[in-house]
T-cell receptor, first 112, second 116 residues
Framework: KNQVEQSPQSLIILEGKNCTLQ??????????LRWYKQDTGRGPVSLTI?????NTKSNGRYTATLDADTKQSSLHITASQLSDSASYIC???????????FGTGTSLTVIP | DAGVIQSPRHEVTEMGQEVTLRCKPI?????LFWYRQTMMRGLELLIY????????DSGMPEDRFSAKMPNASFSTLKIQPSEPRDSAVYFC??????????????FGPGTRLTVL
């Protein structure tokens, strides 16, 4: 069964600290994995996309990693800011059929 | 670019009433998606249009839900009759690439629906 699981479900960190969010999937065959950021009261916005051949990709203070062998991805946030408070959603697409699979997200709260 | 536009932003209705949610995708985008988001289930894909044609409606929960895309710049999601369990935030998203399951989607601000 194709599934995407994210951990932790929620996280609270101090401003300026780093954190790592996890995404494990069973989707196969794999095409790509995308991380979205969803601010409260708004729609998700894409942060980065990882394809099979990519191990690491950065977008400012956000760095995503992918291990296609273990079917794991992580999103690392460096020097967190209050504006990083949001839900982070992992979405995995297979390379066959018309479907994609959403994780339930990690809710991140950055406190001063 | 105004992005994806949804209306209304908030809707409160009574059980049994018809509800129509509207979406204007980004101009030039070929794919349109309707989602429902709740705390319990997260984001769920309801239906996906490609060049105005419904491709996958397997996520539509039941016959009370219907969606149309009469042209490239407008789509509606209708619930008739509405029930309290339909209360959720409904998002519309568009993608510039046809067949865009794996492509970046641009989400609208959502419609928060409350059915009493």
């Amino acid at each position: 069964k194709n599934q995407v699981e994210q951990s932790p479900q929620s996280l609270i960190i101090l401003e300026g600290k780093n954190c790592t969010l996890q995404c494990n999937y069973t989707v196969s065959p794999f095409s790509n994995l995308r991380w979205y950021k969803q601010d409260t009261g708004r729609g998700p916005v894409s942060l980065t996309i990882m394809t099979f051949s990519e191990n690491t990709k950065s977008n400012g203070r956000y760095t995503a990693t992918l291990d296609a062998d273990t079917k794991q991805s992580s999103l690392h946030i460096t020097a967190s800011q209050l504006s990083d408070s949001a839900s982070y959603i992992c979405v995995v697409s297979p390379n066959t059929g018309n479907q994609f699979y959403f994780g339930t997200g990690t809710s991140l709260t950055v406190i001063p | 670019d105004a992005g994806v536009i949804q209306s209304p932003r908030h809707e409160v209705t009574e059980m049994g009433q018809e509800v129509t949610l509207r979406c204007k995708p980004i101009s030039g985008h070929n794919s349109l998606f309707w989602y429902r988001q709740t705390m319990m289930r997260g984001l769920e894909l309801l239906i996906y249009f490609n060049n105005n044609v419904p491709i996958d409606d397997s996520g539509m929960p039941e016959d009370r839900f219907s969606a149309k895309m009469p042209n490239a710049s407008f789509s509606t999601l209708k619930i008739q009759p509405s029930e309290p369990r339909d209360s959720a935030v409904y998002f519309c998203a568009s993608s510039p690439v046809a067949g865009g399951y794996g492509n970046e989607q641009f989400f609208g601000p959502g419609t928060r629906l409350t059915v009493l």
